[in-house]
């Protein structure tokens, strides 16, 4: 595994399983921008953190797997599945208590060492 795909895995298991924000700061660039943010959130990297509380507020038992990752020169793609009970309202939606279960599919530019 390449150092970069060893970076970039860290975004799922520690990021967004365990809310460790701090390595946000230090995997994302400062001018990093995000192409598919939530509705009213900063497409920045602060605006990725907000995203990642939603999702741990209205999932507590969060849960992402890396199905998928493949580097092709500076970029990377992930296929994930995430899963979690939603206990929390999420983007105006109240609370159901029921597991959900999706996939994504994220694809990022490495650039000097960080997502960009």
């Given at each position: 595994?390449?150092?970069?795909?060893?970076?970039?895995?860290?975004?799922?298991?520690?990021?967004?399983?365990?809310?460790?924000?701090?390595?946000?700061?230090?995997?994302?660039?400062?001018?990093?921008?995000?192409r598919t943010g939530l509705p009213g959130v900063p497409t920045t990297r602060e605006?990725?953190?907000?995203?990642?509380?939603?999702l741990r507020t209205a999932f507590p038992d969060l849960h992402y797997t890396i199905?998928?990752?493949?580097?092709?020169?500076?970029?990377?793609?992930?296929?994930?599945?995430?899963?979690?009970?939603?206990?929390?309202?999420?983007?105006?939606?109240?609370?159901?208590?029921?597991?959900?279960?999706?996939?994504?599919?994220?694809?990022?530019?490495?650039?000097?060492?960080?997502?960009?």
């Amino acid at each position: 595994m390449t150092t970069n795909l060893k970076m970039i895995e860290r975004i799922p298991l520690e990021v967004l399983n365990k809310g460790d924000l701090g390595l946000v700061d230090e995997i994302y660039a400062t001018d990093y921008v995000e192409r598919t943010g939530l509705p009213g959130v900063p497409t920045t990297r602060e605006g990725f953190k907000q995203t990642v509380k939603a999702l741990r507020t209205a999932f507590p038992d969060l849960h992402y797997t890396i199905d998928d990752a493949i580097e092709s020169g500076d970029r990377i793609v992930h296929r994930l599945t995430a899963s979690g009970t939603m206990k929390g309202e999420f983007q105006g939606m109240p609370a159901t208590g029921k597991r959900a279960t999706w996939t994504e599919i994220h694809i990022g530019r490495i650039a000097n060492g960080r997502l960009v």
